[in-house]
């Protein structure tokens, strides 16, 4: 990882959250859904300048626990605090105000901009919402931010229709950006892209963030995407932390037997960096009606009676924390 | 304005600007009676004649439209604004409100429109002011339901998540953003009503309950015509034919109107221009693979547009052995998915495979017949596709959409179908299969849903299976089950397996040779480690180069994959590539042989192999 | 039937009654809920004031002097016991009135539907299998054209066409079945064709939509990568799947099509409901109105609880 990151446990967390949790649904008096358990007992710190990879499959509650952190949707439960104060109520002014502070970017390049505005309007969106920008002229920033992105400043006049995938993801990048934003969620921003728009758009992620001294938080389904530009890594499976910590670390020593089983499922290049398979049975448990004690021990070839009965703590083990009863015996 | 939208539009504007200029046309009194003329024909001053009490009818037929348009645009605007008012505020709040707005609207649901209306004018009495009273209430759901449905499925649009990520306040979302974005159905809606009301208005003036007489209206027409029919039918005539061209031009405004805001259900659907296609094999090309099973050489598919054919797939050979994987690779737009479906004959209506040949057991699947070409499908050659959810049908059950596979291909009963089908679940690795085969495609996971159709590939033993993406729709700890199924199959049928993939790291956990397309064509093959090793065109080093892996942070391609329409004569790849120089771009490049088993489309391929290696 | 469908089955019906409900209280309230006094409302027909005798005959009839909640439970307990008032007209009990004459619309209405499903869907599956070949175009055009002309129209210009022009059968009127069986139905052709055009077209368009819409999706390619015949793709993977949008629409098309048989009984002259509500809308008689609203509008939420139920035995994804 670059120098400039070297220390990134020093920055004072302006992301606290402890266990976060969220359920959809459930029953009341006008809705009979089941209750979902999306995310439970999600416990997290990011500071400025600091990275955080989020990967999980389908499932797993990762872009859940995304829009909470942002405040987008209430928490059912735990503690969240940024920049050392509780969110205020969704919807009031000052979670309105809040909101140039924290931003997002979107997966899919089709529906992040709006079809029937030009870009450039809607970079100029958030400056002028918040009341930035005006000293300095709106156009004048609107092309700072798509300069910022690799885009040209006269592309503004154009149409969301106009550009390819790729470009449409910088474009909402950009808009992220243009409140000058500490914390920036990007939900799988690079999934729905081809492979070489994708290693472009990393690109320019690995670039912001040595720029910016953002608190980013990158959600992807994809392990090897997040290598390069997270310091740290956290896999969720089934709304549940499994495990968190340093990115070489975890990729190279997986506790988890989770992390692990999916660090060899992904597929590898070169022969040499692959390790034996590791096949789970079966798919992921539907949240609706998740498993008792730790929610991965269907699928988990080390599961023992206690797995199936008590929920693993989130608990430090050698530089990381990791939900797993046997995670010293597996070590 | 869309030129789909001109002629209903001046039909309807016609209809409106006559109604609207009915005092300025110097047209006689439409309610003075003049009994002496009763029933006249056309005469001077009166070219559609007299009614029954020696009214002008023109006058009255102008004047009718006049009252049952407003009528008609006052109720459907009143609706509009109430209904899509309601309809955004609950779909934007949600819970109780959403009931109070949305869920409350149905019980007007329950009337036949026709008797709420009746219920009310027997109350209120007849009249123009209780219709469109009547007639906003009874069109307000309507609305609601548009309005509330659009915000829904818009709520969910990134562009409004975004938008409230910036801190936007609820009153400026819903009218900046939502409102343009929901005009479309919000005005296909206003015209629908708009009909629905000429028609309801029409009716409850027939019926005497309605328009007041003797305020002109088309109903009332025809109402007082019916008693003098037998002697004069032309006064029938007139405002049937009136009520009917009106009507018939404001639904002509809603489809095209329709069209226009929902390019999804667009009616009109290109048909296919009729490509005579040529005669295959007139040069007699090499061999490349006389043991191979299925050998596809110079496959071109064209898709007639008004502009010309285009190819998205132009020249495409590879050949695929007895036991062997090769794996097709190339980003979105390369047409490798076309490939696939070309050879199997299962193209889109508006494609078709205009040249190359498809050699398989000897015989040429792109010139046989559909007939030979369908009892080769899902025999000897099965495929299995992307997303297993839309690939199964979803009102069958899928133990009887495996037996459906089964029985295509031979005389088994249904019994031995079914011990086939079980043995086939258990093959592909599903658990409790018994049960499993009574299951609808919705009650699986994804996962099971792709074995299902592995399972219904295999059921005949093929000698080639075609994957097209089969696990991309998947998770990556059930892709790896996948990948290990299709390979443990292959080990066990000895079937030839071609699988079509974006991912490189995929390829090289399950190909043993690799073709590689860009743009339509394909760029380079081999066996896929001395392809990933040591690639000869730019296009496989800069591919390997994008993929996520080790510590090196990935290096993307500038550019875009050009259109069909759009491919340069030159190299098409030379508009991203590094290593281009002037002759790239001057004439096609020819894929030629550098190295034994091994192709590549670029003229600098030697230099190529003096690069460092690809991968480490 | 297991349990779980039984549940749904009785959280549906359950729905029903209570959509039924709401519509008994809707009628209810109506007559109250209007500006000004009920009776005074009902009499003012004319110009003319009307006379304070009359008002408190009129109060008296409809018990309207009697609080309002008692009201309401009179005519929700009368309801459930088949007792709709009487008219204000002729004190004849609207129920009776209703008995006599509901089974002829009925019978019309039956008709009309099978005409209309019989015409439509084949037509529309032909069109769609042909699409821009001759068929659908005459097809298209002939079903554009039978939406735009509205219900009554169409009543009056067969009448006029065969009736009184080529004097085939006679302009209208109702013959018992029992008396004369050759004329009965005779008479009910033509009302019933009036009646069963827009759902033709209605269900000519939506068919034809549905199939080709139905013939691009993934399984049908499926079932063609299987070798399956021509025949059995369009029967079992096309028109199959095509159906359940077909029943949504016709669920939808019931509302218009009772409307339309309205106006129809009344052009032809078919003694069902609509004569005496005419009749009473015209002399204000709220309870014959009442009565016979809540009778159609019960037929329409059964009618559309069928279709729920038919849509889930065509698609297993909307059951339980």
């Known amino acids: 990882m670059s120098a400039a990151h070297s220390s990134p446990m020093a920055a004072p967390a302006l992301v606290e959250a402890r266990d976060l949790a969220k359920t959809f649904g459930g029953t009341g008096f006008f809705t009979t859904s089941l209750p979902v358990q999306a995310v439970k007992g999600a416990t997290l710190s990011l500071g400025r300048g600091q990275s955080l990879g989020l990967v999980g499959e389908s499932g797993s509650g990762k872009s859940t626990l995304g829009r909470l952190l942002l405040g987008l949707i209430p928490a059912t439960g735990g503690t969240l605090t940024f920049d050392g104060q509780p969110l205020p109520p969704e919807g009031s002014a000052a979670w309105r105000a809040l909101r140039r502070r924290m931003q997002i970017v979107f997966q899919d390049p089709n529906g992040t901009l709006d079809p029937r505005r030009t870009v450039g309007s809607q970079i100029a969106d958030g400056p002028a919402l918040h009341g930035l920008g005006r000293s300095a002229g709106t156009s004048d920033r609107v092309a700072d931010l798509l300069a910022l992105v690799g885009l040209e400043a006269r592309m503004a006049q154009r149409f969301p229709h106009e550009f390819s995938g790729g470009q449409r993801q910088r474009i909402g990048i950009a808009r992220a950006l243009s409140t000058d934003p500490d914390f920036l969620v990007a939900d799988e921003p690079v999934s729905a892209l081809d492979v070489s728009v994708q290693a472009q758009v990393l690109r320019l992620f690995h670039g912001l963030r040595e720029k910016l001294d953002l608190a980013l938080l990158f959600i992807s389904h994809d392990l090897p995407v997040v290598r390069h530009l997270c310091d740290r890594v956290m896999v969720m499976y089934l709304g549940r932390v499994m495990e968190e910590g340093p990115t070489r670390a975890l990729f190279e020593v997986p506790a988890h037997p989770y992390t692990r089983a999916l660090l060899s499922a992904t597929p590898r290049l070169d022969p040499a960096h692959r390790v034996t398979r590791i096949i789970l049975p079966g798919d992921p448990p539907s949240p609706v009606k998740p498993p008792s004690g730790c929610v991965f021990h269907t699928r988990c070839a080390h599961a023992t009676e206690v797995c199936r009965t008590e929920i693993p703590a989130l608990r430090p083990l050698a530089g990381r924390t990791v939900a797993c009863h046997h995670a010293e015996a597996l070590a | 304005m869309n030129r789909k939208l001109v002629m209903p539009g001046l039909w309807i504007g016609t209809i409106l600007v006559v109604a609207v200029a009915a005092p300025v046309l110097g047209l006689p009194d439409p309610v003075k009676q003049d009994i002496a003329r009763r029933l006249a024909g056309p005469m001077l001053g009166s070219p559609l004649g007299r009614d029954e009490f020696g009214r002008d009818v023109l006058s009255r037929l102008i004047w009718g439209a006049r009252t049952s348009l407003a009528v008609a645009f006052a109720s459907a605007f009143i609706a509009a604004a109430v209904g899509t008012a309601l309809g955004m505020i609950g779909a934007w709040k949600r819970g109780w409100v959403e009931w109070m707005t949305v869920r409350s609207m149905d019980v007007v649901l329950c009337f036949p429109p026709i008797l709420l209306a009746l219920l009310v004018v027997t109350l209120l009495g007849p009249g123009a002011g209780t219709l469109i009273l009547v007639l906003s209430i009874l069109y307000i759901p309507g609305f609601v339901r548009v309005a509330y449905g659009e915000v829904l499925s818009m709520r969910a649009n990134d562009y409004v998540e975004a938008v409230r990520a910036l801190g936007a306040p609820t009153s400026r979302i819903l009218l900046r953003t939502v409102l343009p974005n929901i005009a479309g159905p919000l005005l296909v809606q206003v015209s629908l009503c708009v009909a629905a009301a000429i028609v309801l208005e029409s009716g409850l003036s027939f019926l005497g309950l309605g328009v007041v007489p003797p305020s002109p209206s088309w109903g009332l027409m025809i109402r007082g015509a019916r008693t003098t029919m037998a002697q004069a039918p032309w006064l029938l005539l007139w405002p049937c034919g009136a009520l009917t061209l009106t009507i018939l031009g404001m639904n002509l405004f809603c489809d095209r109107l329709r069209d226009v805001v929902d390019p999804r259900t667009t009616s009109v659907r290109s048909r296919p221009r009729l490509i005579d296609r040529l005669v295959p094999g007139l040069l007699p090309g090499h061999d490349p693979a006389r043991d191979a099973v299925l050998a596809v050489d110079g496959l071109t598919v064209g898709i007639a547009t008004p502009r010309g054919v285009v190819k998205p797939v132009e020249g495409v050979g590879f050949h695929v052995r007895e036991g062997e994987t090769l794996a097709i690779v190339g980003e979105s737009g390369s047409g490798k998915s076309l490939t696939a479906t070309a050879i199997l004959g299962l193209l889109p209506p508006v494609a078709q495979a205009i040249e190359g040949t498809a050699r398989f057991a000897g015989r040429d699947l792109l010139s046989l017949d559909e007939e030979a070409r369908r009892r080769l499908r899902g025999g000897e050659l099965a495929m299995v596709f992307q997303d297993p959810m839309s690939s199964l049908n979803p009102v069958y059950r899928v133990g009887d959409q495996l037996v459906e596979a089964i029985r295509a291909h031979g005389s088994v009963s249904p019994e031995q179908a079914r011990a086939r089908a079980l043995e086939l679940f258990r093959k592909v690795g599903i658990a409790d299969p018994d049960r499993r085969l009574d299951a609808f495609p919705h009650e699986m996971s994804g996962g099971m849903r792709q074995r299902v159709m592995i399972a219904m590939a295999i059921a005949n033993n093929p000698r080639v299976l075609i994957a097209d993406e089969p696990t991309t729709a998947l998770d990556v700890t059930v892709q790896a089950q996948i990948l290990t199924l299709l390979k443990d199959l292959q080990t066990d049928n000895g079937m030839a397996l071609v699988f079509i993939t974006h991912s490189l790291s995929v390829v090289a956990e399950i190909a043993d040779r690799v073709c590689v397309m860009y743009a339509g064509q394909v760029v380079e093959d081999g066996p896929v480690g001395a392809v990933f090793h040591q690639p000869r065109h730019p296009y496989t080093r800069a591919l390997l180069a994008a993929t996520p892996e080790g510590d090196e942070l990935p290096t993307g391609i500038g550019g875009v994959v050009p259109l069909p329409q759009e491919f340069p004569t030159g190299c098409r790849f030379a508009e991203r590539c590094g290593f281009a120089i002037d002759t790239c771009r001057a004439a096609p490049v020819a894929l030629r042989e550098v190295d034994e088993g091994r192709r590549a489309r670029c003229i600098r391929s030697d230099e190529m192999a003096r690069l460092p290696e690809a991968v480490a | ?320």
């Open chain 3, 1 to 320: 039937m297991n349990g779980k469908a039984a549940k749904w089955l009785a959280r549906r019906i359950g729905g029903s009654l209570l959509l039924a409900f709401l519509v008994v209280t809707i009628v209810f309230f109506t007559l109250h809920l209007v500006p000004g006094d009920p009776a005074v409302l009902l009499l003012s027909t004319g110009g003319a004031a009307p006379s304070q005798e009359q008002v408190m005959r009129l109060r008296d009839k409809l018990g309207l002097d009697r609080p309002l909640i008692e009201q309401y439970w009179t005519f929700l307990s009368g309801i459930v016991q088949g007792d709709l008032g009487k008219s204000l007209q002729d004190d004849y009990p609207v129920a009776s009135e209703i008995a006599l004459r509901l089974p002829r619309t009925l019978e019309l209405i039956f008709a009309a539907v099978i005409i209309g499903l019989a015409v439509g869907f084949p037509s529309g599956v032909k069109a769609a299998f042909g699409h821009g070949g001759w068929f659908d175009r005459i097809a298209s055009g002939t079903a554009a054209l039978l939406m735009a002309i509205p219900v009554f129209v169409v009543g009056t210009l067969l009448v006029l066409a065969f009736a009184v022009q080529l004097r085939w059968m006679p302009a209208g009127g109702f013959t018992p079945f029992s008396q004369d069986p050759v004329k009965h139905l005779t008479l009910l052709t033509l009302p019933a064709l009036a009646i069963a055009k827009g759902l033709a077209a209605t269900v000519f368009r939506m068919t034809k939509a549905s199939v080709l819409d139905v013939m691009t999706r993934d399984h049908v390619r499926t079932a063609r990568a299987k070798g399956l015949t021509p025949r059995r793709i369009t029967m079992r993977h096309v028109v199959r799947n095509a159906l359940s949008p077909v029943v949504t629409v016709v669920g939808l098309q019931i509302g218009t099509l009772l409307g339309g048989t309205v106006l129809v009984e009344y052009v032809f002259n078919w003694p069902g409901l609509s004569s005496p509500l005419i009749k009473a809308v015209e002399g204000r008689d709220y309870p014959m109105v009442a009565g016979i609203v809540l009778t159609i509008s019960g037929l329409f939420l059964l009618i559309n609880l069928i279709m729920d139920l038919l849509y889930a035995v065509l698609d297993p994804r909307v059951r339980p």
